[in-house]
């Protein structure tokens, strides 16, 4: 069994998808937890949904011999639609990847008392070193990165539920969405919305996650979101005077007290480095396909550009990005099912 290749691509998978809102519970308390307890049952959906598009992804990928995410269009959506697509993706990428890196300073500045600065450079530095050694690289730090954000998440989630009285903290209540009133399609629209970054994530890996063991790490990896989304709606609805709130699990885990709030942030910071991560590995790959540049001078003339730009406010392109993304992906879902499902009825 090939665990080394399994474990780093359900890793890479929870990190292209777990960014700054989802371990906010940002994402789960608008998705999910405005439902009740329906919610929760709409996150076992998301789960199961996750775990067969991230087989059907690699399996593709695999048939095709894809090795970037603008080739995986064209075979999705035809050649004409699929250079559309690239050039937003290639925007959105660009975009979001600004947004966790801004998003790192606001923490540093708001949570620590540092300069936004120092968060912003401490960022960038650990991301130029992950993209720095290519695929490898990126599956690398993933899989460091991930289980510790898992231990952290999964531990405070659980011990305020079990452990914490929820009279502490006062939220405003989740705005209710108008335009999705059904648990279940919400649930739908969640996977569209995170399905684009982490399909780009991995056409980019190419033959890094077309090894023997990939696949599986692709089911493992959407389960593993599923049980994150899942303790940290049962918190936020043990603890529904924190809903409305703007980070509402760092609310959650005060309730414990100082220090598990602190790791809460630094969760947060992971998440939001991981996030970084995937969608600059893959504006790199799609800058040395052109013939351009070489991939390590990519590398730096992307974080050249994007660190002046990162002290943009945080919340302000988070609106912008979230929504298209999550517009892409009802395009991507039902085509890659379709593709998929086709090319299993041939074998």
């Known amino acids: 069994m090939h ?17 700054a809102g989802f371990a906010s519970g940002q994402e789960i308390q608008q998705f999910f937890v405005r439902f009740g307890r329906w919610g929760l049952v709409g996150i076992v959906i998301s789960a199961i949904l996750f775990s067969l598009l991230g087989w059907g992804m690699l ?24 250079r559309w697509a690239d050039g937003l993706v ?10 966790m890196i801004s998003g790192s300073g606001a923490l540093f500045y708001e949570y620590f008392g540092f300069s936004k600065w120092l968060g912003i450079f401490l960022t960038g530095s650990i991301i ?24 952290i998440c ?27 009133k059904n648990w279940v399609f919400s649930a739908i629209l969640y996977v ?16 890094d996650v077309q090894r023997a063991g990939a696949r599986l790490g692709a089911v493992f990896g959407g389960l593993a979101l599923g049980v994150f989304a899942f303790v940290i709606g049962a918190a936020l609805l043990e603890f529904p005077d924190s809903l409305g709130l703007e980070i ?24 939001m480095i991981t996030a970084a991560i995937g969608n600059g590995f893959s504006i790199v790959c799609r800058v040395v396909d052109t013939g351009m ?30 929504p298209l993304f999550g517009y892409l992906g009802l395009v991507f879902l039902p085509t890659i099912l379709y593709f998929w499902r086709r090319s299993e009825s041939r074998k």
């Open 248 to 271: 509402p699990m760092v609310a959650v885990a005060g309730k414990l007290g100082d220090w598990p709030a602190f790791f809460y942030v630094i969760v947060l910071w992971l998440a």
């Open 3 to 19: 665990w080394k290749t399994t474990f780093q691509v359900a890793a890479t998978y929870v990190g292209a998808v777990m960014g």
């Open 192 to 207: 569209s919305f995170n399905l684009t970054l982490a399909m780009v994530v991995f056409a980019s890996l190419g033959r």
């Open 128 to 151: 130029t070193l992950a993209l720095w050694f290519r695929g490898e690289g990126v599956l690398w730090i993933n899989s460091v990165l991930i289980p510790l954000k898992f231990i």
């Open 59 to 82: 399996d593709l990928q695999k048939r095709w011999k894809i090795t970037s995410y603008p080739e995986f269009f064209d075979r999705l959506l035809g050649r004409k639609w699929g």
């Open 293 to 322: 540049l070489t991939y390590r001078n990519a590398t730096l003339v992307l974080l050249l550009l994007i660190l002046p730009l990162a002290g943009v406010k945080f919340s302000k392109i988070v609106q912008l990005v979230y």
């Open 154 to 180: 999964l531990g405070i989630a659980t011990a305020a539920t079990l452990l914490a009285t929820s009279h502490e903290v006062m939220g405003s209540g989740v705005i209710q969405n108008p335009i999705v």
């Open 90 to 99: 290639s925007v959105l990428l660009f975009v979001g990847m600004i947004a």
